[in-house]
């Protein structure tokens, strides 16, 4: 049972189309999400899925529609307005700093936090020797509620999968996220691993309140945790609603298992 | 045994994030500062200083501006000589043409005028990367080499297209001998890399490395890739810049523009690329092994050419140290990307465990 | 208008050269997306083996025949080009196969030391001769149609007639042989073609090859007219422009790159450089590759660089 009610509509895609040259990634979608909720989009590979999470996020600029943000809308999204406007996002393939550790990874997601300027990072006093160590508390808090304390000072290249993928999360929820994308968050994992990462999931919607966007290949995992499904198809929507409702949705179910003539 | 870290726990976040977390490593520093300010100048010879200790502060220096722009940033930059050339001219014309002008404060404007010129021809970089980015680099590589040729503006109209300086004084101390130019030059080395320490370990080194690693991802956790590049850029020349001001000033006296051509800009490249991209501590090793490496040629491959029998002229010195510099900078990039400053981390990994095994 | 026009012709010559060198370039990184600043290394070590051969053979052999020292230089300087491409495959390409594009750049850099390096100590550094019996007076053309006629250098035309017929060659090799065919796959996706049995390391040593042959057209022609000496090296660097502007994966946009710089180099120097100090041709090609890779950066025939996320 949620702690929060489900709040008023706090991200609205209106009639987007993205195409690249000419592959149309995506035709005319529009859905919303509400505060506090957890909404799935599924759909066969290729549906355009991670494109739309791309629009939202300000990587690709779809050629039509727009997108309402807590009452503002864009038609265009700049990736650090949306950053700012309290949006982050995991990703498919894992686009972790493969240089740095775990603990600067995830350090890197405060960065829009950090007040200091050039020159006082260089001589380290005062101010912001404190600002590091305020941020460096937030951090082990996220490295606390993932489970991965022992990983910290380890390059992130050498960690197995399945702890990349809870580094990626945790430089996302680093930056104190209003909306959470989550691109895939349990492709690759065994049943195991997709339980914690499911837990970490409600526990981030359920505590923090964070409104969940999540794409996943996984039934099982869509129809437990979800409130509310979109369903993508080449493109283009073709369900929208409880995990029932979709569920039982004639298109959704020749879209995945394909028709008998 | 001895390098072991038992018992020291941190207690807090300030003691884990120090430059040196290892009680042993803080020793060793301070007792390499100490014996570089006190010691070497009791043992050093005029020749050492002249010939391998101020070529290698200043390259150090220098080194670790390239290596904040190409390592941490991830900028593949071939124009360092450019910037240390800008550097030299931008503080001798503040040196010569404002009177009473200070040296320390010629250095400073010497580079901010690279630090200009380093953003503006960084500009490319929020275009382009890796090898076009190198080629806008060589573009103000050349135009630098032409500009400071043929504006005779720079070169306060002189005749022969040289400069020189003379009469350095720092706070009224002389610094025209050899020791008291090394001790300047690695009091500002010191300082220097300490700020530049300082930036890497911070959040404007996580944004230089997250623009290195993936931009993308960058952008979408918020990072503005122009201003991380740009501040790269410009961090970088400012310190390149005063590397080439003292190169211009301290070690050669008086220089025209060739001293500051593409050649400089590979052989600082490859300084970072031995030393360790990334590292501070490897634009250290990097310097080293560049300046050191032709001398122990010099002495070495001639005496080698007499076990069997071959004469080897200074001619051939120099080709052979082409071959093998162009042969170690392979080696590097096959075994260990990471250069000597890998090397170094690896070492001390063993040495953490020695004597055992494992 | 005479005087431009041979300016042009000049532009033109010089810019042909600069295509030869450039197309070296263009191959490699077409079929192993491999950037070789040792191009230029490739042309003074060709050029410096052909020219030593040539002098040498007579030595050797007593025979004083031009045409036949140089041919035997030739096919030698081309037979050494190969082991050098094999040489380099081996022992430096095959073990950086993963690496990032920076990465390869900065080992082709090394090759160019070790090559320089190399060169000079096996042949010596003094500057030497390539007479492969081009005509070297100029002549004067379109005497007719204006007075006094135009300047041409007969050098110069034959090196572009060669330059032509060695890019009609190279195209009918990429686009109707196998061996091509195979080439251009790579060129596509390392990884595809390694999948449908295309052997990657014996593609690498061919391309190389063929860039060491290119390259020693390339020493020929412009050792022919500089003399081979060390600068020759530096060829690359003015050849790196000449890419840019027409694309790194692009054999046409080589040539027209090429021609493009060249002229531009001479009338810049001829009717802007008494403006600004003269010698401006060190910088004019760099910073016209500057302006497109601000606005153009695949050049003008190359392909748009894109990045996946």
Redesign the interface.
């Known amino acids: 049972m949620k702690q929060r009610p489900l709040g008023d509509v706090i991200l609205d895609v209106q009639n987007i189309s993205l195409s690249f040259g000419g592959v149309k990634a995506l035709t005319d979608i529009s859905f919303n999400v509400r505060e506090h909720e957890i909404r799935a989009i599924i759909g066969p590979n290729g549906a355009g899925k991670s494109s739309m999470l791309?629009c939202i996020?300000?990587?690709y600029t779809p050629q039509h529609g727009t997108i309402t943000f807590r009452g503002q809308t864009f038609h265009h999204m700049n990736?650090?307005q949306?950053?700012?406007m309290g949006v982050?996002?995991t990703?498919q393939?894992l686009?972790?700093?493969?240089?740095?550790s775990v603990l600067?990874n995830i350090?890197?997601?405060?960065?829009?936090k950090?007040r200091?300027n050039?020159l006082m990072?260089?001589?380290?006093i005062g101010p912001?020797?404190q600002e590091?160590?305020r941020h460096?508390?937030q951090v082990?808090r996220i490295i606390d509620f993932l489970e991965i304390q022992a990983h910290r000072k380890t390059p992130v290249g050498q960690l197995p999968y399945g702890l990349q993928k809870r580094v990626d999360l945790g430089?996302?929820l680093a930056?104190e996220p209003q909306v959470l994308l989550l691109d895939e968050p349990m492709a690759g994992m065994n049943v195991e691993e997709k339980q914690d990462m499911c837990r970490f999931v409600l526990d981030i919607n359920d505590e923090f309140g964070t409104t969940v966007v999540l794409i996943e290949h996984d039934m099982g995992v869509v129809m437990d945790i979800s409130d509310r499904v979109v369903v993508l198809d080449y493109g283009k929507k073709i369900g929208d609603g409880t995990p029932d409702e979709v569920r039982n949705n004639p298109e959704v179910i020749s879209a995945y298992l394909g028709t008998s003539h | 045994m001895f390098y072991r870290e038992n018992g020291q726990f941190k207690t807090s976040y300030k003691a884990d994030q120090q430059i040196f977390p290892i009680a042993q490593d803080r020793w060793i520093i301070v007792a390499l500062i100490v014996f570089a300010f006190a010691g070497v100048p009791l043992l050093a010879s005029d020749y050492m200083f002249r010939a391998i200790l101020i070529p290698f502060l200043i390259f150090s220096l220098a080194a670790v501006g390239v290596n904040i722009l190409v390592g941490y940033c991830g900028q593949i930059s071939l124009g360092s000589g450019a910037f240390m050339a800008v550097g030299a001219y931008g503080a001798y014309n503040a040196f010569v043409r404002i009177p009473d002008m200070p040296l320390i404060p010629a250095l400073i404007v010497g580079g901010l005028c690279a630090t200009a010129f380093g953003i503006l021809f960084g500009l490319p970089s929020l275009r382009v990367k890796g090898l076009y980015l190198a080629v806008a680099t060589l573009a103000a590589q050349f135009f630098s080499d032409w500009m400071f040729l043929r504006i005779k503006w720079f070169t306060n109209d002189s005749p022969s297209g040289s400069v020189s300086v003379s009469n350095l004084q720092v706070f009224g101390l002389d610094i025209e001998n050899p020791l008291s130019k090394y001790l300047f030059c690695l009091g500002i080395l010191v300082v220097v890399a300490l700020l530049a320490k300082n930036l890497v370990r911070g959040a404007i080194g996580r944004e230089w490395m997250a623009i290195r690693d993936m931009d993308v991802a960058a952008a979408v956790i918020g990072i503005r890739p122009m201003y991380a590049k740009l501040s790269a850029f410009a961090v970088s020349s400012f310190i390149v810049g005063v590397a080439g001001a003292l190169w211009g000033f301290i070690y050669l006296g008086s220089w025209e523009p060739a001293a500051f051509s593409v050649d400089q800009s590979f052989k600082l490249l490859f300084m970072v690329i031995i030393g360790g991209m990334g590292s501070i501590m490897g634009s250290f090793f990097g310097a080293a092994f560049i300046v050191v490496l032709p001398i122990l040629l010099n002495q070495l491959l001639p005496l080698m050419g007499e076990l069997v029998g071959l004469e080897i002229s200074t001619a051939g010195i120099s080709h052979a140290e082409l071959m093998i510099f162009g042969a170690l900078i392979v080696w590097f990039l096959i075994v260990e990307p990471h250069g000597l400053a890998k090397l170094w981390s690896i070492g001390k990994q063993k040495l953490r465990l020695w004597p055992f095994p494992h | 208008m005479a005087f431009f026009l041979e300016t042009l012709l000049g532009g033109l010559m010089a810019g042909m050269l600069y295509s030869l060198v450039a197309l070296g370039f263009v191959l490699i990184f077409k079929a192993s997306g491999v950037f070789n600043f040792a191009q230029g290394a490739m042309v003074l070590f060709a050029a410096l083996t052909m020219a030593r051969f040539a002098e040498w053979f007579p030595m050797w052999t007593g025979i004083s025949n031009p045409v036949l020292a140089n041919t035997v230089a030739f096919l030698i300087a081309g037979a050494v080009m190969f082991v050098v491409a094999w040489l380099i495959e081996r022992l430096v390409l095959r073990h950086l196969v993963n690496q990032e594009g920076a990465t390869l750049l900065m080992a082709t850099l090394g090759i160019t030391y070790f090559l320089e390096g190399l060169g000079q100590t096996i042949f010596g550094s003094d500057i030497y001769k390539i007479d492969v019996g081009m005509p070297k007076e100029p002549v004067f053309v379109l005497e007719s149609m204006f007075e006094g006629g135009v300047l041409v250098n007969q050098e110069d035309v034959i090196a572009a007639v060669i330059a032509a017929a060695l890019v009609a060659l190279l195209s009918v090799f990429f686009q109707k042989t196998v061996t091509g065919r195979a080439l251009r796959a790579v060129a596509d996706d390392h990884q595809a073609a390694q999948s449908i049995g295309i052997p990657l390391n014996r593609i690498w040593v061919v391309v190389w090859c063929v860039a060491g042959v290119v390259a020693l057209v390339a020493g020929m022609i412009w050792g022919s007219k500089l003399g081979v000496q060390f600068s020759l090296a530096t060829v690359a660097l003015r050849a790196l422009p000449v890419v840019i502007l027409g694309g790194l994966t692009s054999v046409p946009g080589a040539i027209i790159g090429g021609l493009v710089i060249g002229v531009g180099e001479k009338l810049s120097e001829v009717f802007l450089g008494p403006y600004v100090g003269g010698g401006i041709e060190i910088w004019f090609a760099y910073v016209l590759a500057l302006v497109f890779l601000l606005f153009r950066p695949q050049g003008l025939f190359g392909e748009k660089i894109i990045d996946r996320v």
Do not use: H, P, Y
């Open positions: 791309n996020n300000g990587v990736s650090r949306v950053a700012e982050a996002r990703f393939n686009a972790l700093f493969k240089g740095m600067d350090m890197s997601g405060r960065n829009l950090i200091s050039l990072q260089a001589l380290r912001a020797e590091e160590i460096r508390e082990e430089r996302a930056m």
